[in-house]
T-cell receptor, first 112, second 114 residues
């Protein structure tokens, strides 16, 4: 069965520090992988997606993610976090036929 | 204006009441979804529709029903609301086709059932 695990419920980082949010997936075929961000009071916005090809994908707001098939992971990274990055982040896997499975989310706090 | 609009944005109701959450989109997408978000549980799929005549249950459809009135409109109903249906509800759309594209979300409807 398809599933997505985000092992970190909450992460706190200092502004300017680097960030890595973890995501592991379970899916029987080649996955379509997504990271979404949810700012307070807002809907979810797509940060980046992986369909195929280069395993390092670039997204908006300076985020990137790396697909590692051997580890079933799709971790999100940012070299220098800004206060405006404080939000909740969701990893998702897309199955054939537009079914989507979401992780439970990681809440990011940025301290000055 | 938002591409995916949800109404109401906030609603407080009492146990046993009927509630309808509405979603309309201007993206021209065929596929529409209703998700529920609870703290610590992420987003869970309630119902989805790939076109006006196609309605499918998601993982947590019990206690909910939907109506796809037009390509652009997809409503979620709680026939008799109960407190554990208190949650943040999201409507989303995606482009049709065999590949899996991204979801486009509304801003959410916060429902409180007392």
């Amino acid at each position: 069965a398809q599933s997505v695990t985000q092992p970190d419920i909450h992460i706190t980082v200092s502004e300017g520090a680097s960030l890595e949010l973890r995501c592991n997936y379970s899916y029987g075929a080649t996955p379509y992988l997504f990271w979404y961000v949810q700012s307070p009071g807002q809907g979810l916005q797509l940060l980046l997606k992986y369909f195929s090809g280069d395993t390092l994908v670039q997204g908006i707001k300076g985020f990137e993610a790396e697909f590692k098939r051997s580890q079933s992971s799709f971790n999100l990274r940012k070299p220098s976090v800004h206060w405006s990055d404080a939000a909740e982040y969701f990893c998702a896997v897309g199955a054939w036929g537009n079914q989507f499975y979401f992780g439970t989310g990681t809440s990011l706090t940025v301290i000055p | 204006d938002a591409d995916v609009t949800q109404t109401p944005r906030n609603r407080i109701t009492k146990t046993g009441k009927r509630i309808m959450l509405e979603c309309s989109q201007t993206k021209g997408h065929d596929r529409m979804y209703w998700y529920r978000q609870d703290p610590g549980l992420g987003l869970r799929l309630i119902y989805y529709s790939f076109d006006v005549k196609d309605i499918n249950k998601g993982e947590i459809s019990d206690g909910y029903s939907v109506s796809r009135q037009a390509q652009a409109k997809f409503s979620l109903s709680l026939e008799s609301a109960i407190p554990n249906q208190t949650a943040l509800y999201f409507c989303a759309t995606s482009i049709s086709g065999s590949y899996t594209g991204e979801l486009f979300f509304g801003e959410g409807s916060r429902l409180t059932v007392l």
